[in-house]
């Protein structure tokens, strides 16, 4: 093995983390008798020669011997190479329909090449597919599907596998196969469609018939039955009563801190180390700063390596995930269920009442592990889809009393991204805050802490319910990071927590930790325009150290802003910091709002107005609406920007002359292209048309809010990620459309929007 392994120049090439003259190493490490070593050679493939699916020169001379490794039965975890090479063949050129600049073509001919090398051997998945080893028999059908030249052969070679495979996993590996087939070769979608139709109809594993559902759904979704809804019930109920399953209460194991949630499901291989976290202004859509974000600490990642050797090596990565997996799916009968209900919906796609329904059938399943995979699912349909969710809401929050701990956090997660969405579970988050103190501020390895799930939940919809949870917190040698927005949620309902910020707003120390310890305190005072706590702020605002500094006075000058006439006292202040360069125009704002002096404020902001800075420019422009009519002068700069180059630019001068002209036929035009052009932009243009309205029913403007109002997906939802208040932004402009659409139907002067 491994014949003409020295001869290559490893050493001239580099993987993600320098030279590769370690690639030997490794790939004679995954021929270890030792796991340990295994493990660690494979950790290190993915960590570095195959870096977050990345093809480098030394990852294509990887792969002759990584096919050594995959046909030589004295091989132990054979299957994780078959995945490997499937992982740096499977990239497809034809599917990426972006143009690749100079910097990407070196990159594009490695993935060209790595997808030419593997296709060639893909020969030997044939033999593979009836390998004596389940792990290479498991990984062998899903490389055949995406790396063969010939589908119509690998399918002929799936049906037949499929009556003879003893190995439960397996079969289903054997029917993802075929939808993976499909999907990439659509000629082939009804002969599929054809097969998988009859396993529904004739197969008697529950599983196996769930699978093939599932890949319809994914491949061929009008070839579902019509009753799917209940024939995948019927088939759960089967899973959850057949011998054997359920048999280990999940109640009674151990279970991580990660993963209660959305499941990390690798695309290339194991995930990168996440980034310790480390406090940071959040970003606008823009791309830009945004303190009146809300920021989310990343969680630490779990799972250790084997206790055996704990102590000699630090935990990989591969070990983490394959210990989370097993943490994750310990005592489960049917451990592979979520995953195939999980492509089930991702093929309904925006059949949302099938979905909806669905999921209400798993949450009143007697079965906790159904019910656990019913709440994250939710969570995932609810912050994509739009619909009528109270009772699968209801049902989620009724999960909060079970006495499994894995249940009850999945569902507080869930509940917490909801913001008014999650109303129908007020008491239930109430009386679970109440019986689980230590679940009110949450810990991490590195960084500050956090409110428990069930506190902002509960804060969010501004129930005072949560008033001991953040009085509590405020009392902690360090503040959670995330209370002031929790406190501003609440609004009036938290003035009694006014004096606990003052107070320790007042003893935070100037230096460079200040920005963290004080940006919680001062959000909580912005929330509450908690006008007597002027004395604390300007204090932060005087002392703030260059660190952070221009942060930490924005921070301060919006809460003295808030604060409006109350902060008087602050206005020497203000107007010295006028000509401060990086925050004149957040002083400006502020005076406004708490002097009204037009005379001192405008001419700072026409000078911000022309900064050579386009986010300077942007700021100035949302402080002269601010001013309304009394930046009436304004107006034709203002105009000059509508045709600005930057998106954001516009819509923020578009929005401001509306607000200083008192007219809106002249910037319509272009909210409404930006409103095409940037889905982000949404929210502030909804906001702007609902404040200006009511809506000519007959405009240009009312046919693009109904058009939104009937989409069922919702305008934020991306396919890989979320943030955590899509469903909130996506709520608030639903609700901002149906204002500008209500009213009487008249315009005033200028009112065509």
């Known amino acids: 093995m491994f014949s003409g392994i020295d001869e290559v120049d490893w050493a001239s090439m580099e993987h993600a983390y320098g030279p590769a003259d370690d690639v030997p190493t490794l790939l004679r490490g995954l021929a270890s008798a030792d796991p340990a070593e295994r493990e660690s050679a494979l950790d290190g493939m993915y960590g570095a020669v195959h870096h977050q699916g990345d093809v480098y020169a030394c990852t294509l001379a990887c792969i002759p011997f990584l096919f050594e490794l995959a046909v030589d039965p004295g091989v132990q975890d054979r299957g994780s190479v078959v995945e490997l090479l499937t992982s740096i063949g499977g990239f497809d050129l034809d599917e990426d329909d972006e143009e690749i600049d100079e910097d990407e073509i070196e990159g594009a001919a490695n993935y060209a090449m790595a997808a030419a090398a593997v296709t060639a051997g893909a020969g030997v998945f044939f033999e593979l597919i009836a390998d004596e080893d389940p792990g290479v028999r498991l990984a062998a059908p899903l490389a055949l599907a995406t790396l063969h030249r010939h589908p119509v052969r690998v399918l002929a070679l799936l049906r037949e596998r499929l009556p003879v495979e003893p190995d439960e996993e397996v079969r289903l590996a054997l029917v993802e196969a075929a939808g993976r087939i499909a999907l990439r070769h659509r000629p082939l979608a009804g002969q599929v469609a054809q097969w998988l139709t009859l396993l529904v109809g004739r197969e008697r594993s529950p599983g196996l018939r769930l699978a093939a559902l599932a890949q319809l759904a994914r491949c061929s979704p009008d070839a579902l039955p019509r009753d799917v809804v209940p024939v995948v019930s019927g088939l759960l109920r089967e899973l959850r009563t057949r011998p054997g399953a359920g048999a280990t209460d999940p109640e009674h194991e151990p279970y991580p801190r990660q993963g209660l949630y959305e499941p990390y499901e690798p695309q290339h291989g194991p995930y990168e180390p996440q980034h310790a976290y480390e406090p940071h202004e959040p970003l606008d859509p823009d791309g830009e700063p945004d303190p009146d974000a809300e920021a989310e600490p990343e969680a630490d990642p779990v799972g250790t390596a084997d206790a055996s050797r704990a102590e000699q090596a630090a935990p990989t990565l591969v070990g983490q995930l394959r210990a989370l997996s097993a943490q994750e799916n310990a005592g489960r009968g049917a451990p592979w269920a979520a995953d195939l209900l999980r492509t089930l919906h991702v093929g309904l796609d925006d059949r949302v009442g099938d979905r909806t329904a669905l999921l209400v059938d798993q949450l009143r399943s007697p079965d906790r592990w159904q019910r656990i995979d019913a709440v994250r ?128 707003l007042a003893g935070v120390p100037l230096d460079e930790g200040a920005y963290d310890r004080a940006s919680p305190l001062l959000a909580g005072l912005t929330g509450l325009r908690a006008g007597e706590a002027t004395p604390e702020v300007l204090r932060v605002l005087r002392g703030a150290p260059a660190y952070r500094g221009e942060w930490l006075r924005t921070a301060a000058l919006r809460a003295l802003g808030s604060f409006g006439p109350a902060a008087r006292e602050a206005v020497p202040e203000l107007r010295a910091m006028l000509r401060r360069p990086g925050t004149a125009t957040e002083a400006a704002e502020a005076l406004w709002a708490v002097a009204g002096d037009r005379d001192a404020v405008l001419p700072v902001l026409v000078e911000g107005l022309g900064s050579d800075q386009v986010h300077d420019r942007r700021a100035a422009a949302a402080a002269l609406g601010a001013l309304g009519p009394q930046a009436a002068a304004v107006a034709p700069r203002l105009r000059g920007l509508l045709g600005h180059d930057e998106l954001w630019l516009r819509v923020d001068a578009a929005i401001a002359l509306r607000k200083v002209s008192g007219r809106t036929e002249e910037s319509t035009g272009v909210l409404l292209d930006a409103w095409e052009k940037n889905r982000h932009v949404r929210v502030r243009v909804a906001e702007c048309l609902a404040r200006t309205g009511p809506v000519d029913p007959a405009s240009t403007t009312a046919q693009v809010l109904r058009a939104e109002l009937s989409s069922v997906r919702r305008h934020n939802a991306l396919d890989g990620g979320y943030g955590s208040h899509d469903t909130y932004e996506d709520e608030k402009l639903l609700a901002l459309c149906r204002q500008a659409l209500r009213g009487t139907g008249k315009t005033g002067r200028g009112n065509t929007a």
Do not use: C, N
Request: aromatic share 4%.
């Open 377 to 504: 699912m939710s969570g995932g349909l609810i912050r994509a889809w739009r619909g009528s969710y109270e009772e699968l809401v209801g049902l989620v929050g009724d999960q909060l009393s079970d006495p499994d701990p894995r249940l009850a956090e999945a569902a507080s997660h869930v509940l917490e991204e909801l913001f008014s969405l999650a109303a129908p579970t007020a008491d239930a988050l109430a009386a679970r805050l109440a019986a689980d103190p230590g679940g009110w501020v949450k810990e991490w390895a590195s960084g500050p802490p956090g409110l428990g799930s069930t506190v902002k939940a509960l804060a969010r919809l501004g129930d005072a319910r949560a008033l001991p949870a953040l009085a509590a917190a405020l009392e902690l040698p360090e503040v959670p990071h995330d209370v002031g927005f929790a406190v501003a949620h609440l609004g009036e309902a938290a003035r009694p927590l006014a004096g606990a910020l003052r107070r320790r």
